[in-house]
């Protein structure tokens, strides 16, 4: 099966400061990697996706890049806030259609 | 409408029942999961379902059954609880791209 390690397990950024989450994936295979956001209490909400054709994608202050070759793709969040205070969780779908989940990222935005 | 719905929202129950949870997906997804949380918040895969094909993850103990009765309900049959088995459960569905999930099922076996 998929085997997605996530760095780190807990991020404190200033509010405004930029914040990165870092996955590796195992399975070469896999082609479509999501990330989701779980507030407090909450379900895993997906945030941006990015599947394995493309490099890079952006929407507003949400960005994720994909490193096909080195099997990494990282989250990028810009200008925090405190309402971006969650956990994290990136995932890989591999080509038996599951989706594995990396170990998640509680960041916290300090106001 | 709910996309992805599940119940109980909470369970608590003592140690060697036999209890379910069921979802239900108005989605159309052709695939279905179940997730295990833990109280460290990792997100395991339990089972996957799709076109009657059951895939399930090799840690899960076999005290855990999924049952499909249909391609809109995936359903969890967990018998002779046990402690370690409190978590949250998560039910999801997909159709070739991301996972939308249930609200999650909250399990306290004491």
């Known amino acids: 099966g998929e085997n997605v390690e996530q760095h780190p397990s807990t991020l404190s950024v200033q509010e405004g400061d930029s914040a990165v989450i870092k996955c590796t994936y195992s399975?070469?295979?896999?082609?479509?990697f999501p990330w989701y956001k779980q507030e407090l209490g909450k379900r895993p909400q997906l945030i941006i996706d990015?599947?394995?054709?493309?490099g890079e994608k952006k929407d507003q202050r949400i960005a994720v890049t994909l490193n096909k070759t080195a099997k990494h793709f990282s989250l990028h969040i810009t200008e925090t806030q405190p309402e971006d205070s969650a956990v994290y969780f990136c995932?890989?779908?591999?080509?038996?259609?599951?989706?594995?989940f990396g170990t998640g990222t509680s960041l916290t935005v300090i106001p | 409408d709910t996309a992805v719905s599940q119940t109980p929202k909470y369970l608590v129950t003592q140690m060697g029942n036999d209890k379910s949870i069921k979802c239900e997906q108005n989605?159309?997804?052709?695939?279905m999961y179940w997730y295990k949380q833990d109280s460290k918040k990792f997100l395991k895969i339990m089972f996957s379902?799709?076109?009657?094909?059951?895939?399930i993850n090799e840690t899960v103990p076999n005290r855990f059954s999924p049952k499909s009765p249909d391609k809109a309900h995936l359903n969890l049959h967990i018998n002779s609880l046990e402690l370690g088995d409190s978590a949250v459960y998560f039910c999801?569905?997909?159709?070739?791209?991301?996972?939308?999930f249930g609200q999650g099922t909250r399990l306290t076996v004491v």
């Open positions: 999801a569905s997909s159709q070739d791209r991301d996972a939308f």
């Open positions: 399975d070469s295979a896999s082609n479509y």
């Open positions: 990015i599947r394995s054709n493309v």
């Open positions: 995932a890989a779908l591999n080509t038996g259609n599951q989706f594995y």
């Open positions: 989605l159309g997804h052709d695939t």
């Open positions: 379902y799709n076109n009657k094909e059951l895939i």
